[in-house]
């Protein structure tokens, strides 16, 4: 095994009872209140599995989650912290990204072959940024008592424990069982796990909170750690989601008028942070029986296989029909890609097909090819707006007709196309400025910025987090 440099840095881990238990969210809310303190913070998670990802500037592509914790911490995203990341591609297999770029195509097992290799990834991208940084957030994977997969545990407690590192558990109240899922992994320690470990927090707990005041007891006398926290559920702080586990799917307000909105629920969407702004669409994964005034085939990491499924469910009919009746219908990255003619993927790098029909929507092909683009971008819409974006595909679409672009970049290039109530673009996040917004949906979306939500969230940690000296450099070890 490699020696990696010494370093310095204060490292902190959160890891959860389960998947989706709210490690993300503690671990931005710990970045954003320590950089309100001054603190020079970095986050990291060794190991992602999530079809929302995001192209950083100096290369490479990482975890959405990683990016909003880097916002928190006033950092540009960096493949550093989210050395390796998981796309699944609905085929039992995973493209692994190593670093920011891709690697292999892997099934489970064949991933988990490789371990000893990325785990000196994990270690040498943990060493860089501790080397720059005073403290460092980990975030943990899914939950950290997967027993079987102790041996090959690359993001949980057998990072934890080879870094020496002081660790809380976080377990989701709304989900139930919070009593047996704090217990139970706590009984499932080791005991070098256990030397490591200062407590548990319990998140998402709605109403009055002096009612859990008996639980939080058991707790602590069932463990014999104390309770960090007994944490609020704060709807009105919003974080981009982590993967679909994290979608709301359902609308939180009344369509505007003139506005109703359906999103395809692909099985292998990605980057439905795309909407995070559209909180009064449908996600639909069968034909409804009404219609809609837009419909949105959103990205996916398998476009063949979804496309498939779309005709399988009557989705693919139901779409041209619902543009046959007025709607307006719009396609993203791989919703793009299912809008023209035909895909074309000779050399089978996303799938075992090697082509197949689209929609026939606009007048486009779409050839497959090995390269993947992950680009940040900067364009103007048709209407004049401003805005950011980002890229993240395999394959280049070709329009055969003239077509007014859906968008032009800042170097002059044409993104996607646009003609009669059609749509298509290449450019993530076009959805994400409130501008486009209102030019594409005719609809004020009144967004809050990032920058309050996370100060917010700080200030939400501080608030109810109980031993604050754990999370500051006084769990050293």
Request: glycine content about 10%; proline content about 5%.
């Amino acid at each position: 095994m490699k020696r990696h440099a010494t370093v310095k840095a204060l490292p902190f881990f959160v890891g959860g009872t389960s998947s989706n238990a709210g490690k993300s969210w503690m671990v931005t809310a710990i970045c954003a209140w320590l950089r309100g303190r001054g603190v020079s913070v970095a986050p990291f998670k060794a190991q992602n599995m999530s079809n929302n990802s995001y192209p950083c500037r100096a290369g490479g592509e990482i975890g959405r989650a990683q990016v909003a914790q880097a916002e928190a911490c006033g950092l540009e995203p960096e493949p550093s912290m989210n050395p390796i990341l998981l796309k699944p591609s609905g085929s039992g297999a995973s493209q692994v990204i190593v670093n920011g770029r891709v690697w292999k195509t892997l099934p489970a097992r064949g991933y988990y072959e490789h371990a000893r290799e990325l785990r000196e990834h994990v270690l040498a991208a943990y060493a860089d940024l501790a080397r720059r940084f005073e403290f460092i957030v980990i975030e943990g994977a899914g939950s950290v008592s997967e027993l079987n997969l102790r041996a090959v545990d690359l993001a949980n407690l057998g990072l934890v424990t080879q870094l020496r590192v002081p660790w809380v558990l976080v377990a989701d109240i709304e989900r139930g069982g919070v009593f047996a899922s704090v217990i139970g992994t706590v009984g499932l320690l080791t005991a070098n796990e256990r030397a490591l470990f200062r407590g548990f927090a319990i998140n998402k707990f709605r109403g009055d909170r002096s009612l859990f005041d008996e639980g939080a007891r058991i707790l602590e006398a069932r463990t014999g750690a104390p309770c960090l926290g007994v944490f609020p559920f704060a709807p009105d702080i919003a974080l981009d989601a982590e993967d679909t586990l994290a979608i709301d799917t359902h609308p939180r307000r009344p369509a505007p008028a003139g506005a109703r909105l359906a999103i395809i629920k692909l099985p292998c969407v990605s980057n439905a942070t795309d909407f995070r702004l559209l909180t009064w669409a449908e996600w639909i994964a069968q034909p409804p029986a009404r219609d809609f005034d837009f419909v949105i085939l959103p990205g996916t990491k398998s476009t063949i296989a979804d496309l498939r499924w779309l005709r399988e469910t009557g989705l693919a009919a139901w779409v041209c029909e619902q543009h046959s009746r007025g709607a307006t219908v719009i396609g993203i990255c791989g919703g793009f890609q299912m809008l023209g003619r035909g895909i074309s993927d000779p050399a089978r790098v996303e799938s075992s097909e090697t082509c197949a029909a689209g929609l026939g929507l606009l007048p486009a092909e779409t050839v497959m090819a090995p390269t993947k683009t992950t680009e940040v971008r900067t364009a103007c819409s048709r209407g004049g707006v401003r805005f950011s974006a980002y890229e993240i595909h395999l394959g280049e679409t070709t329009v055969d007709v003239p077509a007014q672009p859906f968008a032009r970049l800042e170097d002059g290039r044409a993104d996607g196309a646009c003609i009669e109530r059609v749509l298509g673009t290449y450019l993530h996040g076009a959805f994400e400025s409130p501008h486009v917004c209102a030019e594409t949906f005719g609809v004020d979306v009144g967004v809050v910025s990032k920058a309050d939500h996370y100060r917010r969230l700080g200030e939400w940690f501080a608030a109810h987090a109980s031993h604050l000296d754990l999370f500051d450099g006084g769990a050293g070890v």
